[in-house]
Structures are given as structure tokens and as C-alpha cells.
């Protein structure tokens, strides 16, 4: 999942749970398997959203950060797309673009871990 689609296929994902009622697939297994489906972008906004303990959520905390973070996105999105002509700092490359706030997040989120990571 790319982070610029996680809206679109968190509920693509939704979708599919209602069409099958009785899938049988617990909730804390369906926060895994979206989980596992995220690209790094997306994991690290979805991390710096609950502080680095993403993993240590229930499954209704989860569930529920999914749901904030597909909103979030819709709302970045609408708001990229707007100030797009007027703030230059994007880093394009390939088919996407990320806006330099959002990079610069993730650096920090990333130099956090790392720090985390030396003093253990």
C-alpha cells in the first residue's frame, strides 16, 4: 500500500470484510495484515501518530489509528492538491510526490529510533 493510497485501500479492505460477514478473520489479525501491507512512509506517519508504540496497541486502538491515519491522508491529499501551484517543496520521484513536512516527520521519527536503539 502506498501511503498516498492507504485511504483508498483501507477501504477498498472494509469493503471486502462486509461482502463477507463471516470471514472469521479476528481483528487483531486484520490490523497484521494491514500492517504488513504498508509501505515504510506510511508505517513511519502511522508510528508517529501513537509515539512509536503502534504494535503495542489493542486491536480497537489499531483499528481506530487506521481509520484517523485514512483520514488524515484524505485531508493532506485535498490540502497538497490545493497549495500545490503555491508551495514548491515537493520531492517527486517516480509517480508520487511527498510533501518536505511529511519527509521530514519520518527523518525525525527514523533519528528517534536510532537514539532509541544506542541507548539500549
Not at 9 to 36: A, M, N, T
Not at 93 to 118: M, N, P, Y
Request: charged share 30%; with cysteine; proline share 2%.
Amino acid at each position: 500500500m502506498r501511503s498516498v493510497n492507504h485511504s483508498r485501500s483501507f477501504k477498498c479492505f472494509k469493503g471486502l470484510l462486509v461482502q463477507c460477514p463471516h470471514h472469521g478473520i479476528e481483528k487483531w489479525r486484520q490490523c497484521q495484515i494491514l500492517y504488513d501491507g504498508l509501505d515504510y512512509l506510511t508505517k513511519t506517519l502511522l508510528e508517529i501518530m501513537c509515539q512509536g508504540e503502534f504494535l503495542k496497541k489493542d486491536e480497537k486502538q489499531g483499528w481506530d489509528l487506521y481509520e484517523d491515519l485514512a483520514e488524515k491522508i484524505i485531508q493532506w491529499e485535498s490540502c497538497s492538491n490545493k497549495s500545490k501551484n503555491q508551495n514548491p517543496t515537493t520531492f517527486e520521484t517516480g509517480l508520487h510526490s511527498i510533501e518536505s513536512s511529511i519527509v521530514a516527520e519520518a527523518k525525525i521519527f527514523q533519528l528517534d529510533e536510532e537514539a532509541r536503539t544506542f541507548r539500549s
